[in-house]
């Protein structure tokens, strides 16, 4: 009796060793450092309730640019937010949804997202994880729920694979798909401009871009704050309502009238390669722009405070504000092909730009 006890106990070990050698130990996913550029503050993002894996900045980025998760198959979050514009919607002034659908903004560009608190251009999400379901949900954008995303998945050998790998098991959740779709999102970091290699000592501006930094510290620096070239607040920068979208900005997310028409500060970081301009994509030109803000301007009570008097701007001034501005295109980020579709360079994490 006692050695028929003594065989249960061992097989039981074993199993036991078994279980644990197979579901522990074998979950062992690759932690990634995002590295903070020199000078840079910390992020404000929680990576102690999300740390960067490999395998969860993989998954994020294979559901970025999977077109499955719309409800028609044909639209991912790269339709919209393409690398070769700062990851913003290139060229078309609206993006584009389900059935070539329009919807009522111009999509950001995305990167440097750990230092963001809110997004949207109303900041109307006040959490990256929870970003992705906007898009996901609007009927003009993806127009899916997030259930039948997940039913999707889980028909999906790959995707149970790449779960498993990223946070230990097969089980894929609201929580998780934002998790991962983060994780990819926070490497996306552009600081290696021109401008940024003059600040490491790497570089020297020529002279119309060294007086185009003189000039923008004079008049744009109070928005557009370095390093980040946006100090993240909301402003009426005297652009009229749209007829047709009727975009009240900030508003609809405090309801506020004090904040009508008030919309994010972009980052100027690659606003070579980023137009269209504005919430709407209204200015197909950094010229439109120079033009809206020296002559253009509809000026009412909400509008900011430093802009009452508009911004004068000779054409000299442009021209040398237009050559600094060159100086903030980060080649590095928008060719990187660790931010490119799955299937290039796969398994491999975006790194610090400065390597």
Request: proline residues 6%.
């Amino acid at each position: 009796m006692r050695n028929k006890q003594i065989n249960i106990l061992f097989l039981l070990l074993v199993v036991c060793t078994a279980w644990i050698t197979t579901d522990r130990f074998v979950f062992k996913p690759k932690p990634v450092k995002l590295e903070i550029p020199k000078g840079w503050p910390q992020p404000v993002y929680d990576f102690t309730k999300n740390p960067l894996t490999q395998e969860g900045i993989l998954l994020g980025k294979t559901i970025f640019y999977d077109p499955q998760i719309s409800k028609d198959g044909t639209i991912s979050c790269g339709s919209c937010h393409q690398q070769f514009g700062a990851f913003n919607t290139y060229d078309h002034n609206l993006s584009h949804g389900l059935e070539n659908m329009l919807t009522t903004r111009n999509a950001p560009a995305l990167f440097n997202l750990a230092w963001q608190k809110e997004f949207m251009w109303d900041g109307g999400i006040n959490h990256l994880d929870l970003q992705f379901l906007a898009p996901l949900t609007a009927h003009n954008e993806m127009g899916e729920t997030v259930d039948q995303v997940i039913t999707k998945m889980k028909e999906s050998p790959q995707y149970k694979k790449m779960f498993k790998a990223a946070f230990g098991d097969e089980i894929i959740s609201t929580e998780r798909i934002g998790k991962a779709i983060s994780q990819f999102l926070l490497t996306l970091v552009s600081s290696n401009s021109k401008y940024d290699k003059v600040k490491r000592g790497e570089a020297n501006f020529n002279l119309p871009e060294g007086l185009g930094y003189e000039i923008f510290k004079q008049k744009c620096i109070s928005c557009h704050t370095e390093p980040f070239f946006t100090d993240f607040s909301y402003r009426d920068i005297g652009i009229p309502e749209d007829a047709y979208l009727k975009d009240k900005g900030r508003m609809k997310i405090t309801g506020l009238s004090t904040d009508s028409l008030k919309f994010r500060v972009p980052s100027l970081r690659n606003v070579a390669v980023s137009f269209p301009y504005g919430h709407d994509g209204r200015f197909y030109s950094l010229m439109n722009v120079f033009e809206h803000y020296r002559r253009n301007m509809v000026v009412t009570k909400n509008t900011d405070p430093i802009l009452r008097n508009k911004l004068p701007l000779s054409n000299y001034e442009i021209g040398q504000l237009k050559a600094f501005l060159g100086t903030l295109t980060d080649s590095v980020f928008l060719q990187d092909i660790r931010f490119a579709p799955p299937g290039i360079n796969d398994g491999k994490p975006p790194v610090d730009n400065h390597q």
